[in-house]
């Protein structure tokens, strides 16, 4: 890529009829873009450092180097906004960049049976743990888990909040009882038969959003 001033150039007649002549001009090779390729990462939590992968590839899909991948080192559960950038060193190409979204997310072990279905204006008792990938129950009582959202999967209803029995669940949070979170939902208003879900956010950040499902009969 790059500007040529005065590159010559040169006509020579073979039939004799024409004068043989010469000039200049000037040529230009505009820099190309480069198809870059980065690979996010949506895991669940295992205490490892996890980092994007990405490759730049050229007009003749060689390797380019000047791949660089910022900020995307991350080992403890959020969701995480992470830049690259491509800065050419052959001077061919364009340099670029953007963004990619990468997200650790905790497990969600189930401790009720989600094949069980309860009974309209009764109460469910969603009981789950966080675990790791590996299925080991990393729950705490520091780590603040909060019902939102119920919506049918099965039917066009407008999604409506949770709504706790009693006052067991100060404030739409699961109960944290010696291992496990517990939140024992209402079924009394907005529910007729079918299959639903509970969203629910942990530690009140919005992303990841985690969701329970359930059936109601």
């Known amino acids: 890529a790059g500007t040529y001033n005065g590159d010559p150039w040169t006509f020579t007649d073979v039939t004799g009829n024409y004068k043989n002549t010469s000039g200049s001009v000037d040529d230009f090779i505009d820099k190309a873009t480069a198809v870059l390729t980065v690979n996010e990462y949506h895991v669940t939590f295992d205490g490892n450092e996890h980092m ?3 490759s730049a590839k050229g007009v003749n899909n060689e390797d380019l180097a000047g791949l660089d991948l910022n900020g995307s080192k991350h080992t403890a559960v959020g969701s995480y906004n992470d830049a690259w950038t491509f800065t050419d060193v052959t001077g061919n190409y364009k340099n670029g960049g953007s963004s990619i979204q990468d997200s650790i997310s905790y497990g969600v072990c189930l401790q009720y049976d989600s094949q069980k279905a309860y009974k309209k204006g009764s109460t469910a008792p969603l009981k ?3 675990c790791n990938a590996a299925g080991a129950n990393i729950s705490s009582s520091a780590i603040v888990v909060t019902a939102k959202q119920i919506i049918k999967v099965d039917g066009n209803t407008s999604p409506f909040e949770a709504e706790d029995s009693g006052n067991a669940n100060p404030d739409g949070n699961f109960r944290f009882a010696g291992g496990f979170y517990i939140f024992n ?4 208003n907005g529910f007729d038969r079918g299959t639903y879900r509970l969203s629910f956010v942990v530690d009140g950040v919005s992303d990841p959003n985690y969701v329970l499902e359930f059936d109601v009969k």
């Open 185 to 188: 939902l209402s079924l009394k």
């Open 128 to 130: 789950i743990t966080l």
């Open 52 to 54: 994007a992968t990405g």
